[in-house]
């Protein structure tokens, strides 16, 4: 059964940091891992998909990169803004066209 | 150039009474997915749908719980004498068809789910 444990639930950083968000998962037969950013009261914008061939991924300030076979993703956000501030999730798929596992998330506070 | 539609985007409800929760995938996407979220937890899959079948629906509860994607219309998750423990936010995400093509699921805002 796979598992995807994102760690620490939380995270404050001030304005202008690098930072990077880890994700983790225990069955390396992934179809894909993406990363998605929720805001409170809304849903899911999904922010980069890494098939699970590539070793990574850029869009703008953000870079996802993928491990496949030590099961670890890390997405990296350059010189962070607050408006970066929201609940950032990892979700692997374990096949084409088959279900997302989600770990619970990291929140991010980016303070000015 | 609609995204997927969740209506209502609230929805309260009495112990005992039925849910419907409805879902307009994107346009040309014929694959649904609903997930589940729990407060403090992640979401949660719970039944993935193509056009009049029902593909994967292990994460869906037992009882109470069914979803359907009609040939016509939207998606619909139906929960039936609903218990506090429904409370959540249920999501729904959609895909093309197309196989081989690593294609992102598009999530809705999601249906907020509350029980009195």
């Known amino acids: 059964k796979q598992e995807v444990t994102q760690i620490p639930a939380a995270l404050s950083v001030p304005e202008g940091e690098n930072l990077v968000l880890n994700c983790s998962f225990t069955?390396?037969?992934?179809?894909?891992l993406q990363w998605f950013r929720q805001d409170p009261g809304k849903g899911l914008t999904s922010l980069l998909l890494?098939?699970?061939?590539?070793r990574e991924q850029t869009s703008g300030r953000l870079n996802a990169s993928l491990d496949k076979s030590s099961g670890r993703s890390t997405l990296y956000i350059a010189a962070s803004q607050p408006g970066d501030s929201a609940t950032y999730l990892c979700?692997?798929?374990?096949?084409?066209?088959?279900?997302?596992?989600f770990g619970k998330g990291i929140t991010l506070s980016v303070r000015p | 150039n609609a995204g997927v539609m969740q209506n209502p985007r609230h929805l309260v409800r009495r112990r005992g009474q039925e849910a419907r929760l409805r879902c307009s995938p994107m346009?040309?996407?014929?694959?649904v997915y609903w997930y589940r979220q729990l407060p403090e937890e992640g979401l949660k899959f719970m039944v993935y749908l193509q056009k009049e079948n029902i593909i994967d629906e292990s994460g869906m509860p037992k009882e109470r719980f069914s979803a359907e994607f009609p040939k016509e219309g939207p998606s619909i998750l139906r929960i039936q004498q609903v218990v506090r423990g429904d409370s959540a936010a249920y999501f729904c995400?959609?895909?093309?068809?197309?196989?081989?093509?690593?294609?992102?699921?598009?999530f809705g805002d999601g249906t907020r789910l509350s029980i009195l």
């Open positions: 979700a692997v798929e374990g096949g084409a066209n088959s279900k997302l596992t």
């Open positions: 069955d390396s037969a992934i179809y894909n």
């Open positions: 890494i098939q699970s061939s590539q």
């Open positions: 346009k040309g996407h014929s694959h």
């Open positions: 995400a959609s895909s093309p068809s197309s196989q081989g093509i690593n294609q992102p699921q598009h």
